[in-house]
């Protein structure tokens, strides 16, 4: 008898991907990088979406099943109904629930294969918004094993959460490396006074202080532009930012560029990368900045400074210290070798401890733990 994972005749463990939508944000990505990435020869792979998809249900490999519940409520018979039913038809085993799905994955298993949970923790305010403790405690209980994307949220599920130390894992994201790069975009700014910020529009990655930063990268250098790349998650956030912009005199040194799906062709053309967050979890944008060989000027938050070797592969700053941050930025602006020396130091960093295959054999070893007992 062959054996795989100790599964019976080599069969494949069947895990759905859940999360509440599809839509362009870090978590979401980390999903469907999973489902696309993980080996079919141990996996059968399907992802879920609790509440409705979005633009990234377009990049899910075509041999991953997607379900889409349209759940409108907290308790949806009609979509719950759903839910039984593509479960037991494709016998699903694991269910790996990202962020707030894990409340409809912990339901998911009380019905019939009985998967077991592993919630995913990609929580990105615990620093500064803390969570209810007991919202979410009896459903981490049920989970058979917590995966979070920094030590903060690992450390919060063992003592506030109580879920058990051997069940706690704190794994990093990955980002893929396109295979072709898009033709390059023309893009304002000058060669070697680029600088740019990937991230959606929200307050979580306090987008003023960066401004108020960039006010005094300018004056130092003239030349330098802005590039801030991301949606508008948050309307109201995203609508002020132009007023600040011209507030501080920005108009000519700072593009909104919004969404994009050539980020890594536009990566490739600037000289500076920042992050400006007041809180984060694990940051996509960092390792997508270390792919691209780019030196970052980093706030000191989440799992930053771990990313970015405590300063040695990167810049750190406090969060709301714009002056530190244009300190930072300006110095790299007028120092190529610096520049040079800390992207290389930062992709060799993020090949190695961030790169793909490393963190899938951390998340395949969740799954065997999981079912194995």
């Known amino acids: 008898m062959s054996t795989l994972s100790g599964r019976p005749n080599g069969k494949r463990l069947a895990v759905m991907h859940m999360t509440d939508t599809l839509d362009a944000g870090g978590l979401e990505r980390v999903a469907v990088n999973l489902v696309n990435?993980?080996?079919?020869?141990?996996?059968?792979?399907?992802?879920?979406?609790?509440?409705?998809?979005?633009?990234?249900?377009?990049?899910?490999?075509?041999?991953?099943?997607?379900?889409?519940?349209?759940r409108r409520h907290t308790v949806d018979v009609r979509a719950f109904w759903r839910l039984g039913k593509f479960l037991r038809e494709h016998n699903v085993r694991v269910v790996h629930a990202h962020g707030t799905s894990l409340f409809v994955a912990v339901l998911a298993s009380f019905l019939p294969p009985y998967p077991s949970v592993v919630w995913h923790d990609h929580y990105g305010y615990q620093q500064v918004r803390p969570r209810s403790v007991s919202l979410y405690r009896p459903s981490a209980g049920r989970a058979r094993?917590?995966?979070?994307?920094?030590?903060?949220?690992?450390?919060?599920?063992?003592?506030?959460?109580?879920?058990?130390?051997?069940?706690?894992?704190?794994?990093?994201?990955?980002?893929?490396?396109?295979?072709?790069?898009?033709?390059?975009?023309d893009l304002p700014g000058v060669p070697g006074g680029r600088v740019v910020c990937v991230a959606n529009l929200r307050p979580q990655k306090s987008h003023p202080d960066l401004l108020r930063a960039f006010?005094?990268?300018?004056?130092?250098?003239?030349?330098?532009?802005?590039?801030?790349?991301?949606?508008?998650?948050?309307?109201a956030y995203a609508a002020r930012l132009p007023d600040l912009i011209r507030?501080?005199?920005?108009?000519?040194?700072?593009?909104?560029?919004?969404?994009?799906?050539?980020?890594?062709?536009?990566?490739?053309?600037?000289?500076?990368?920042?992050?400006?967050?007041?809180?984060?979890?694990?940051?996509?944008?960092?390792?997508?900045?270390?792919?691209?060989?780019?030196?970052?000027?980093?706030?000191?938050?989440?799992?930053?400074?771990?990313?970015?070797?405590?300063?040695?592969?990167?810049v750190l700053v406090?969060?709301?210290?714009?002056?530190?941050?244009?300190?930072?930025?300006?110095?790299?602006?007028?120092?190529r070798s610096r520049r040079v020396d800390l992207g290389e130091r930062l992709r060799q960093r993020v090949c190695q401890k961030y790169g793909k295959d490393a963190v899938l054999r951390q998340v395949?070893?969740?799954y065997d733990v999981v079912t194995a007992s």
């Open 145 to 185: 094993g917590v995966i979070a994307v920094n030590e903060l949220l690992a450390q919060w599920s063992r003592d506030a959460l109580r879920v058990r130390s051997d069940r706690v894992w704190y794994v990093p994201n990955f980002v893929v490396q396109p295979s072709t790069a898009d033709a390059a975009p």
């Open 318 to 335: 406090a969060a709301g210290d714009h002056e530190a941050m244009a300190a930072g930025i300006n110095d790299l602006l007028q120092a």
């Open 37 to 70: 990435a993980l080996p079919r020869e141990r996996f059968s792979l399907s992802l879920c979406t609790t509440r409705r998809g979005g633009p990234l249900a377009g990049l899910i490999a075509p041999d991953v099943a997607q379900l889409e519940l349209g």
């Open 364 to 366: 395949t070893h969740v």
């Open 215 to 235: 006010s005094g990268v300018v004056r130092v250098h003239p030349e330098a532009h802005l590039l801030l790349v991301g949606a508008p998650v948050d309307a």
């Open 247 to 314: 507030e501080l005199s920005l108009e000519r040194s700072v593009t909104l560029l919004g969404e994009r799906d050539d980020v890594p062709s536009i990566l490739a053309r600037c000289d500076v990368a920042v992050l400006s967050s007041v809180s984060e979890g694990f940051p996509l944008a960092l390792v997508e900045y270390g792919m691209a060989g780019l030196p970052v000027v980093a706030t000191a938050v989440g799992q930053c400074g771990e990313m970015l070797e405590e300063g040695r592969a990167g």
